[in-house]
């Protein structure tokens, strides 16, 4: 949660989670998915499914992110 103090009340909520699944000793699937609760003043972006970075172009705006994917480790 981002509580922005000054006179812009810029606050926003980011939120998330992640779940993974061991298909083999190396090898998983994963998921994970983000949202930014921008109020009406911030315009805070969501990039990487999770990291607040950037901004969107419209203050208010919720932007949400899924990511999918497998990983191995050699």
Request: net charge positive; charged share 15%.
């Amino acid at each position: 949660s981002l509580n922005d103090k000054s006179p812009l009340n810029r606050d926003a909520k980011l939120w998330g989670g992640a779940y993974w699944y061991q298909l083999e000793t190396n090898l998983r699937l994963y998921v994970h998915y983000g949202q930014v609760d921008n109020n009406a003043n911030a315009q805070y972006a969501l990039a990487d499914a999770g990291n607040l970075t950037g901004n969107v172009t419209t203050p208010g705006v919720k932007p949400k992110g899924v990511g999918i994917g497998i990983n191995y480790a050699f």
